[in-house]
């Protein structure tokens, strides 16, 4: 029904001005795509040639797996740092999902179209929200209530801790996941949905026998793009989480995560020659893994429409 | 039916409902402790004036500084992101490409798109420093750029993608050129989408702090050249909020509250723009 690739357009018989106009669009169209591929690459080889200074002085094992973390003294460990990008994420994540999931499957599931409407465009609202405004609204709210959580179980906390950063990262994230979730959800054909019905299913039966199982790779997907979008976010969790550079042993201790350690100390690089390679190499494994959630993300994002079509 | 069936469809449906009021109470929990503690501390001047001399120790003087400075920053960004991302939608389009390449480029804008800004920042930085540029306007706009290209493009792809095909073959059974029919036709089609991924990358570029933490710099003066330093509203909540001084902190709440209101107006105003123009589409 339509043309693929562009070889049933010939120029050549267009006349002066349009077959110019024509070329010169086409030019420009492959220029532009040219440029935003290459922007990428220069990204990625920006942060690389900047970081790689570091690798003449220590070793990947030393970079990625030791706790030393002394600029003046040339060692650069990072360990503590991903550790704490890690834990904190992974702590978001897991008090994210569960409210995801749930408010994700009722507004698709359950609501009306109007309701589901105007409940979309408020996580869109909330999810335009910027991160020092969770900051913000986390140092005033959350990092009080961390510290008398932790006066409760008998640890002594200033309240600018892990805890405080993963339930101010699970906020900023809840809203982001809850409208990919519910697009794919969306995605499910109703004949689906009324087949389970019809065969007396419950509604729920219906999302966890059928709607669930339709949609898993889906909201994997949906998951893994939040884990990503978590995994490098800077002020908000910089604000809450204390960053002291020290593996987190408990909730309550502080936290040091990779883009804290890089917005707070990239106003001093110049004075030591390697920190600033350090602090690129840092940038760099948040982009690589970034990268690698969200090329996985929308692998299984567009496995999923595929079978959905058929 | 079934009583345990009824307690388990009834169980969850409590559950969910629990997990969507939770969102709506922290949306509400925002605004409410923004607005709140916003208001207090918000009056004219905070608005008009540029920090006076022993501002940051709670005495008199404003934010112009910032709220100017960040709407310089987003407008030249929005411009600039503008004048690549647009191109790159419409050269997607599968008369100009070829599918593999179109889905490269996709793929990669998406990876962009998830880059956390810190890096953007990190990134803008080395290139400053190549090219000898300090702190400034300029460099906050160019980072700003590259973070706003992959969120408008991406959107304004799935716009113009929107478009049916049918509708273009149309202009080119008439005899339209490819750039004709992308101009006259598809561009109309897809304005609306078009004029809400502006709007959203935008609202992403003014609330983020992060990408322009080194790269624009901070002032309390309102820059007069594209080669001064100039404030931010996010980092003007940022270092604000970092102070000791009880009035300056309140101050923050003061300038949060700003940039909360730009962010939900703009919000508000893509809405309205996507159900006005769309009016006159085909579908």
Known sequence: M???????????????????????????????LILINALALLIFCGLLWKAAPLFGIISVSDWLFSSSWHPMKNQFGLFPFIVGTVSVTLLAMIIAVPVCLGAAIYLSE????????????????????????YGLCGVLVIVPFVAFLGELMGSTTTGYSLLAGGLVLAVMVIPFIISI???????????????????????????????????????????????????????????????VAQVPVSLFDPAYPLPALIANNYGEVMSI?????????????????????????????????????? | MNPKRNREEKLFRILMVAALVLVFASLAGIILVVAMKGLASLNLSMIIETPKGGYYLGKEGGIANAIVGSLYLVTGATILAFLISLPVALALQKEYIGRRAAAITRLVLDILWGTPSIVYGAFGFVIMVYLGIRASLLGGIIVLTLLMIPIMARAMDEAVRLVPFELKEMAYAMGATRVETTLAVVFRQALPGICTGVILAFGRGIGDAASILFTAGYTDEIPTSLMDPVASLPLAVFFQAGTPVPEVQARAFAAALILLAIVIIVNLIARLLGWRFSKHIVR
């Open chain 1, 110 to 133: 359950y609501a009306g179209r109007r309701f589901r409407e105007i409940a979309r465009w408020l996580i869109d609202i909330l999810a335009g929200i910027p991160s020092v405004i």
């Open chain 1, 273 to 310: 020659p390697l920190y600033d390679a350090a602090l690129m190499s840092a940038a760099l494994i948040l982009m690589l893994v970034v990268g690698a959630f969200s090329l996985t993300a929308h692998y299984t994002l567009l496995k999923i429409g595929e079978t959905v079509d058929s």
């Open chain 1, 181 to 243: 979730s519910v697009e794919v959800l969306r995605m499910v054909p109703d004949p689906l949905r009324e087949c389970a019905l019809a065969l007396g299913a419950t509604r729920w039966e219906t999302v966890k026998y059928v709607v669930l199982k339709k949609a898993k790779r889906g909201l994997l997907a949906a998951v893994v793009l939040g884990f990503a979008r978590a995994f490098g976010e800077t002020m908000a969790v910089l604000m809450v989480v204390g960053n």
């Open chain 1, 2 to 32: 339509m043309p693929s690739g562009n070889k049933q357009f010939i120029i050549s018989r267009l006349s002066g001005g349009r077959r110019i106009r024509e070329a010169l669009a086409l030019v420009s169209g492959r220029l532009v």
